[in-house]
């Protein structure tokens, strides 16, 4: 109760924010006389009762939050409150519309948080830390259309994932752009007013929006609610080509194109030129400029491959883009071309950290630290990672020296930890906080270095008050490079079903998969699959089971030819096969990556 207490006028701040916000945007407030949010034990996620929204509460942290937790919870809010209309007023009719609950919340959270809220930099965070894991699947064989036919429950459950939320959104965000904000919100105001306490497909959506932008849609519709597959964007010279992921042509984007002055470590915004892309080649009239940002503002959804000269000086130069949305869309860039496998780890891991050191808007330093962390960890290859966390840890330590970042910086050092100044300076912190985040942090990496201490382990969870403790000793465990503990922790997620669906379930097979630790963990990577077809619990169990425990970082060859079959094996559930064809995908660009 005391950590609700302490978090109380945030929340009640952040409601009225948003009810105020989404019943002045679609035109109808809330029609209920009150708006109840309840935090339930266990309950991974959260769910949109029309007028009782019911969270996990593990949103209530048991340590004082840091800004991106404050920031992801915020989300979490609006998401739900944005389902009272999209979803709960407004119904789809069938499960193929999927999207039109989920997408749309998504976007709409996102939107409220930047106009309404404190997180005016939110698309700027989206970009950084979440639109990657979108990219990550629709750029590979996972890849499904945001609406699709849906057969049965099973076929409905499949789509849960970050094509249609988060492409999903992106495409939204792409719909605003190219038809224009008031034509988009009074297409929203319109399809609530003619739809209210009715159900509807996307064509009831899609005709309030053509009548309010005076257009047809009807192309834009096919190309990006239809097709499956991300473009790829590259400026050539004054020509942006786009090349799609199928047979058929690009589809239409609304972009902008940002020029660049670059002066020793100074980047100047000289132009923003707009664009609209249509078929294979676009001309554009641009300016004089060093460096040019393709997709600038991130009106749209593509992959982005820069100009040599332009991802020279990106990489060189990204903590200096005067833009937080700009900085975002490098990192996101950076994130886009190691799927690809045109950009080594190493590289993008060292300008991550150079920007880091400079880097100190609230709203990218934990998106910067958390992408920095998964290229150092795991898309470098094991020789190069322990001295590219290293450097990692040497920008978190300068972080951790302002105070307003201190939380976060302090939290990667931490995991990252190589030398002794590194562990003074985050002894030196455990020792003066209150709270024993910080000690798990520091064990879990002393632990994956061969260094568990376990009477001060047992001593840790005799103290720890918090209900989780016990997945905190777990994510000791599975760090630990001996056999007994990989299976201790194995035997939670697939035996006893003692690990509950969180964002902590999925930092626990992050921790499993130590890329350090392959020989040890090879036999794993074939028992993954042979667990998929007896997966218990609901939906968001599995789903996220699937997710954290896939052999992220260290599965060969072998692993991926079985891994490709076991995505045909009809015993395997349609979501767990679609996530394996999608982390596949990843893997097999990663193992690319690392060879470059």
């Not at 894991?133 to 609406?147: E, F, K, L, Q």
């Not at 992050?510 to 036999?523: C, Y």
């Amino acid at each position: 109760m005391r950590h609700l207490e302490r978090d109380l006028d945030e929340l009640v701040t952040l409601t009225r924010q948003g009810l105020s916000f989404f019943g002045d945007k679609f035109g109808i407030p809330f029609p209920q006389s009150r708006y109840d949010q309840v935090f339930v034990p266990n309950l991974g996620g959260a769910m949109e009762n029309w007028g009782c929204v019911t969270y996990g509460d593990s949103q209530l942290f048991r340590t004082p939050p840091s800004h991106n937790q404050r920031a992801v919870r915020a989300e979490f809010v609006l998401h739900e409150m944005a389902h009272m209309w999209f979803g709960d007023l407004v119904t789809m009719r069938w499960w193929d519309d999927l999207w039109l609950n989920e997408a749309f919340a998504s976007w709409a959270s996102n939107w409220a948080m930047a106009e309404a809220t404190e997180f005016t930099d939110q698309w700027a965070s989206f970009l950084a830390l979440y639109k990657r894991t979108a990219y990550d699947m629709d750029m590979g064989p996972g890849r499904h259309p945001i609406r699709g036919e849906v057969i049965d429950v099973n076929g409905a459950m499949a789509n849960f994932d970050a094509i249609t939320y988060v492409k999903g959104q992106s495409v939204l965000h792409q719909l605003m752009a190219f038809i224009g904000e008031d034509a988009f919100v009074e297409g929203l105001r319109a399809y609530f007013a003619a739809h209210a306490y009715g159900n509807t497909v996307l064509d009831d959506l899609m005709s309030a929006y053509a009548g309010a932008a005076g257009q047809d849609l009807s192309s834009w519709t096919a190309a990006w609610l239809d097709r499956a597959g991300t473009d790829v964007l590259a400026l050539d010279g004054d020509t942006i080509r786009a090349e799609s992921s199928d047979d058929d042509a690009p589809r239409p984007h609304r972009v902008d194109i940002a020029s660049y002055s670059v002066t020793g470590d100074v980047l100047e915004r000289v132009a923003v030129t707009p664009a609209l892309l249509t078929g294979d080649a676009t001309r554009v009239d641009l300016p004089e400029g060093d460096l040019r940002l393709l997709n600038a503002d991130d009106l749209t959804f593509a992959a982005v491959r820069p100009d040599a000269e332009s991802l020279r000086l990106m990489l060189r130069h990204l903590g200096a883009f005067p833009e937080p949305l700009s900085r975002a869309l490098v990192l996101g860039t950076i994130t886009q071309l190691l799927l690809l496998a045109e950009l080594a780890p190493r590289d993008a891991a060292t300008a991550i950290s150079t920007a880091l050191h400079t880097e100190r808007n609230p709203a990218l330093v934990e998106p910067f630290l958390s992408v920095g962390s998964l290229v150092a960890d795991r898309w470098a290859p094991p020789a190069e990672s322990p001295a590219l966390r290293s450097a990692l840890a040497d920008a978190a330590l300068v972080l951790s020296r302002d105070p307003e970042h201190r939380q976060p910086a302090l939290r990667t050092l931490a995991a990252s930890a190589s030398t002794e100044e590194h562990w003074s300076a985050a002894e030196e912190a455990a020792s003066a906080s209150a709270d024993s985040d910080l000690a798990w942090r520091m064990a879990i990496r002393r632990a994956e270095l061969g260094q568990r201490d376990d009477d001060a382990l047992a001593q840790m969870l005799d103290r720890d008050p918090d209900p989780d403790a016990g997945i905190k000793r777990l994510k000791v465990l599975a760090a630990s490079p001996d056999s007994e503990s990989k299976e201790a922790v194995w035997r939670a997620f697939f035996v006893d079903y003692a690990v509950p669906a969180s964002r902590e379930t999925l930092e626990l097979g992050a921790i499993f998969w130590r890329p350090g630790q392959g020989d040890l963990l090879a036999p794993y990577t074939h028992r993954y699959l042979e667990e998929l077809p007896d997966l218990k619990g609901g939906m968001l169990n599995q789903g996220v089971v699937v997710r954290g425990m896939y052999p992220h970082a260290v599965g060969d060859a072998s692993f991926l030819e079985a891994a490709e079959a076991a995505s045909e094996d009809d015993a395997i559930s349609q979501y767990a096969r679609n996530q394996v064809r999608a982390q596949s995908f990843v893997l097999a660009q990663l193992n690319r990556a690392r060879e470059l």
